[in-house]
């Protein structure tokens, strides 16, 4: 039989990631923590290593009760995935695939419409105002799964709590999914966190230990929400998709507040200070309230990003992100600041 991909395949590009820079200090396009993980993390991964022969827990039970304790959920209530993406996956796989509908924003988080078009999913594009989810027009939307970003990539933008719950009450979407990658960088997370009502069974929420714990390397997300979408999700995951490492990681992190509150902390200064930098250069940017800003340079986007890169700073050009005339600048460590205020300073558009 003639070999071919499913039609709706062949129109999908692979991923393009940010591009690598030469010095870590100026890699600045892919929102990772420019700060190393908990040092506790070392020794729990070492330890694990140990029994490396063995397959790793399922579900993860050590770390799922950890993180059930901290939001006063039942385990049941938690699911881990190979990142957060693997868990987008399997929502749409379960909720969504061949023939069924999503709704996300416009620009959305890349995956959330690579993972719809990937599994035969149609998408509904809600194009954000003044770069803030349009949540009225999302909640007319009469599809399988809505996903919100909160706070919002690639803008930085978050909507409180109070609005997404209005909205859910008006949800014509079989399921609202919130994604909150980057919510442990925002000033207040308990006022913008849809946790409560995940833990209320009334919609999803997705976490990773990508971004304020400084894990991408290790791949570990997670999702709180109703016990019976975990149950369908659990008929259809690779059972072993989360390693014994990054287990092991993620619970040695999760028990360093200290740390967390350190990123944290030095994030929201440094992230001033990049829009200090850039608005200082004559760029506006959109108020972030996550570990990255999205800089304003409309005609001048290609020129900036070069400009940047010839200072060994890497940041990603909006138009990779559905976004032109953007650039997105992942917020750096102090020694990154200092490294993209020198390019800056040398570039004369
Ligand atoms: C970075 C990011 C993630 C994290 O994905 P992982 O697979 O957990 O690394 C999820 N959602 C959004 C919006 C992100 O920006």
Not at 3 to 19: C, H, M, N, Q, S
Not at 85 to 95: F, M
Not at 157 to 174: C, H, V
Not at 221 to 228: A, F
């Amino acid at each position: 039989m003639m070999l071919r991909p499913r039609p709706w395949i062949t129109a999908l590009e692979p991923y393009v990631p940010g591009t690598p820079a030469d010095d870590p200090t100026g890699a600045l396009a892919s929102n990772e923590s420019s700060l190393p993980p908990s040092p506790n993390v070392r020794g729990a991964v070492e330890a694990a290593l140990a029994t490396a022969n063995r397959y790793p827990d399922p579900l993860a039970d050590d770390l799922r009760l950890r993180l059930a304790n901290g939001f006063e959920a039942d385990p049941s209530q938690i699911l881990v995935g190979n990142g957060s993406d693997e868990l987008i996956y399997l929502l749409v796989t379960a909720y969504a695939a061949a023939g069924g509908a999503v709704a996300i924003a416009d620009p959305p988080y890349r995956l959330h419409e690579v993972a719809a078009r990937a599994l035969g999913a149609s998408v509904c594009r809600v194009p954000l105002r003044r770069w803030t989810h349009d949540l009225p027009a999302l909640a007319e939307q009469d599809v399988d799964l809505c996903f919100v970003c909160n706070p919002h990539n690639p803008s930085g933008t978050t909507l409180p709590r109070t609005a997404i719950e209005a909205m859910l009450d008006d949800s014509r979407s079989g399921l609202v999914v919130v994604d909150e990658a980057y919510v442990e960088f925002a000033d207040d997370p308990r006022e913008v966190s849809a946790l409560p009502l995940a833990v209320a069974g009334r919609l999803v929420v997705l976490r990773t230990f990508s971004k304020i714990h400084g894990l991408a390397g290790l791949r570990l997300g997670y999702m709180v929400g109703p016990v019976g979408v975990i149950d369908t999700l659990r008929r259809i995951r690779p059972p072993f998709s989360v390693n014994a490492l990054a287990q092991a990681a993620a619970a040695a992190a999760v028990g360093d507040g200290a740390r967390v509150e350190a990123v944290r902390a030095h994030t929201s200064s440094a992230r001033a200070r990049v829009r200090d930098l850039f608005g200082a250069h004559g760029y506006e940017t959109v108020p972030s309230q996550a570990n990255f800003v999205l800089v304003l340079c409309p005609g001048d986007e290609r020129a900036l990003v070069d400009a940047l890169s010839a200072g060994g700073v890497r940041v990603r050009p909006g138009s990779a992100l559905g976004a032109p005339g953007t650039v997105r600048v992942t917020v750096p460590s102090d020694d990154g600041l200092r490294l993209l205020g020198e390019s800056l300073a040398r570039y004369r558009p």
